[in-house]
């Protein structure tokens, strides 16, 4: 499927396939790799350091909690340290050459921690995850701070953010499903060695992606600037663009609004619909729906611009999170829902990011600062802020509704409150991410 798209987007554009098919496939090629290791992070951190490693739950919460802040952090530190430096061989590329050895190497010892004596277990896994983000972190900013400069028009930039999505989709896919039994399969029946082995198996894949990308992809539309100004003066140029500002609040309220629907869908399926086991289900055809959507949306924006389309897809999301109301307990009118959901958003997801790097032309042609990788540190920052609210808030509403965990059927205020959650809060956010969005249109 992954290549029937692939074939479709590039077969698109004649001029795609002379000037940068290669570079696509490439872009893509790199988020697999990264995207393979935030799988894992998002789906098995928590069952590994718990089942696997032994590490006690509640040592296991406030290591997660402090691995999400440090995440946060990280990114705009990177960023910073990006925005300050460039290198012969570039200013985006070198970073993929120096930051992968040490990744995989991490990657792989992080995956031994089950083998690790209980006084020193805990420290050992924050010292070899911390080096893994690190070095994950300026891979995955420098790599979306090279859109603007892998091309300079919004159709080639769509086309490379849907070769990037639907790659990471595709890693996001194959290890949600099959990462627990190929541990098992690796590990005949070892737990602990067969995550070693996956995990291993994740940073095989990883380092011939990650250097091709280095050899293969071009900033052939970067120019350094004449001038290194102050931080101050680079902060400022973001401060001042009243427009900038409104995306980012319309950015983090669509983040909020679609990671209450990730958070509390487990809690919808498993209660409200008392079906658990249908829940790989819901996940795959949330999944599968933007993916298939990839090579379609660089041919909506030969018809309309990408603000409008945006917008779109906002208000499109919260129709079909408010159809699930209509869906009730019924599974295949869930789904079909879900599909739509998954539609809609994965045109926000992928427009997003040219929006972002026509910010970066217009300070650049302004002010002639670099802020590519400023801007995409500060979409990071907005993404892991806005999961961690609304998982929090999503966690105390459960609270206040009276859910318990050993219940196997809960009250009807509680399943009230859960659809709540799950439908209400993510339709009234995506509303309110598209009016904010409506505004910034509005705005020249």
């Not at 894992?40 to 350091?49: A, G, Q, W």
């Not at 990037?164 to 399969?185: C, D, E, Q, R, W």
């Not at 307990?329 to 997801?349: E, H, K, M, R």
């Amino acid at each position: 499927m992954v290549l029937e798209w692939g074939l479709w987007l590039l077969a698109s554009d004649d001029k795609a396939i002379k000037t940068s098919a290669a570079e696509m496939l490439s872009f893509g090629g790199l988020q697999f790799a990264l995207s393979s290791f935030m799988a894992f992070i998002s789906y098995y951190l928590m069952m590994f350091l718990t089942d696997v490693a032994l590490i006690p739950p509640a040592a296991t919460a406030v290591f997660i909690l402090c691995y999400r802040l440090f995440a946060a952090i990280d990114t705009q530190i990177i960023g910073l340290f990006i925005n300050r430096r460039t290198f012969k061989d570039g200013k985006y590329r070198p970073y993929f050459k120096w930051c992968v050895l040490p990744f995989v190497v991490c990657l792989v010892a992080f995956g031994m921690t089950s083998g690790v004596n209980a006084p020193f277990k805990v420290i050992y896994a924050a010292v070899t995850l911390i080096i893994c983000d690190l070095c994950w972190s300026a891979m995955q900013t420098a790599s979306m701070s090279m859109l603007p400069y892998l091309a300079n028009d919004d159709m080639s930039r769509t086309k490379f953010m849907s070769f990037s999505n639907g790659s990471s989709i595709a890693a996001y896919i194959l290890v949600g499903t099959f990462m627990l039994p190929l541990t098992v399969f690796l590990g005949g029946g070892d737990s602990s060695r067969g995550f070693m082995f996956a995990l291993a198996l994740i940073a095989v894949i990883a380092v011939p992606l990650v250097f091709n990308a280095y050899f293969r992809l071009k900033e052939r539309h970067y120019f350094e600037p004449g001038n290194k100004p102050p931080l101050k003066e680079v902060f400022l140029a973001v401060g001042r663009s009243k427009r900038f500002i409104i995306f980012i609040i319309g950015l983090c309220l669509y983040f909020i609004a679609d990671a209450f629907k990730n958070t509390t869908a487990y809690y919808y399926v498993g209660y409200v619909m008392g079906r658990p086991e249908l829940l790989p289900m819901v996940i795959m055809a949330g999944l599968l729906s933007p993916l298939a959507m990839q090579p379609v949306i660089p041919r909506l924006l030969k018809r309309a611009k990408k603000e409008d389309l945006i917008v779109f897809g906002l208000f499109g999301a919260s129709c079909a999170s408010l159809l699930m109301l209509v869906a009730g307990d019924n599974f295949a009118a869930l789904i079909v829902c879900v599909v739509l959901y998954g539609v809609f958003t994965s045109i926000v997801a992928n427009l997003v990011f040219s929006v972002m790097a026509s910010f970066s032309d217009e300070i650049k042609s302004q002010r002639n600062i670099s802020m590519s990788e400023i801007l995409a540190s500060i979409m990071s920052l907005g993404s892991n802020i806005s999961s961690a609210v609304a998982g929090g808030a999503a966690a105390l509403a459960l609270h206040g509704f009276g859910y318990s965990a050993q219940a196997a059927v809960q009250s009807g205020g509680t399943l009230l409150g859960i659809r709540v959650l799950y439908v209400v809060c993510t339709a009234a956010l995506m509303l309110f991410a598209g009016t904010v969005f409506t505004v910034f249109r509005t705005r020249r």
